[in-house]
């Protein structure tokens, strides 16, 4: 299958590598663009755990301190494996979304024991802080990147979207499912999708496309990228 891959670099280029693993054709076009705070100081002097929603809060917090010894909890396996990869070797994966991340942490922390420092971009989904809060801990967010929208649909997207060469498209986030569904009806393409299955990580993710007109919206089990491509191969039969 042909597979549009609409996430950042560089969590772009690994799920195509997976994706070609698997026999797929993988059609990169990031619709946001991520940059670092490299200007921003990172306070974890108060601070008993880490907490982690993406693999972009993984590399931004890599980059700003030294420190490994502090536990990390993240909000799925591909952060996990990101933060060991980076050295956070007292890291537990909530392999879920930020309600479990939540339980998580509720489970295994005390709010006596210190604040709680969220490392973030400038635009976070779910609120994380509001339920650990209700649970009576201090959470301090560190915005360290930010993902930005592209102003102007990819090319690549257009050309294949009139070609009818996409067979498939995969949505990771809400914010990029909702990207390419404002540039592709500002193009004039809604219809153009009617070749193309698209497949979300979630039901918060396939909301945003439901006013296109893709042949079927297929929604991942779990919010995993296994549980996604499983959805990408089920659209294939």
């Known amino acids: 299958m042909r597979v549009l891959v609409t996430r950042p670099r560089p969590d772009a280029d690994e799920t195509a590598a997976e994706l070609i693993a698997l ?3 993988p059609v990169i076009a990031p619709l946001l663009e991520v940059t670092f705070d490299t200007d921003t100081t990172l306070n974890l002097s108060d601070a008993q755990a880490i907490l982690i929603t993406s693999a972009n809060g993984v590399r ?3 980059s700003a301190t030294v420190r490994r010894d502090l536990p990390v909890f993240t909000v799925g396996d591909a952060s996990a494996a990101a933060a060991r990869q980076n050295g956070f070797d007292r ?4 392999d879920g979304n930020v309600q479990t991340l939540a339980d998580l942490v509720i489970t295994r922390l005390s709010p006596p024991d210190g604040q709680l420092v969220h490392v973030a971009g400038t ?3 779910g609120d994380l802080s509001g339920k650990l809060a209700l649970a009576g801990f201090e959470v301090s967010r560190a915005v360290l990147y930010r993902a ?3 102003p102007n649909l990819p090319d690549v997207i257009g050309e294949r979207l009139r070609g009818g060469s996409l067979d498939a498209a995969i949505f990771f986030s809400p914010r990029t499912a909702a990207q390419f569904a404002e540039l592709v009806t ?3 393409l809604v219809e153009h999708c009617g070749r193309t299955v698209a497949v979300a990580l979630s039901g918060a993710v396939a909301e945003k496309l439901t006013n296109l007109a893709f042949s079927d919206i297929r929604i991942a089990e779990t919010p995993d990228q296994v549980s996604l491509f499983r959805a990408l191969g089920a659209a294939k039969t």
């Open 91 to 94: 890291t537990e994966s909530a």
């Open 186 to 188: 500002s193009e004039g």
């Open 60 to 62: 931004a917090l890599a």
């Open 123 to 125: 635009v976070t989904a």
């Open 148 to 150: 930005e929208p592209v």
């Open 23 to 25: 026999g797929h054709e």
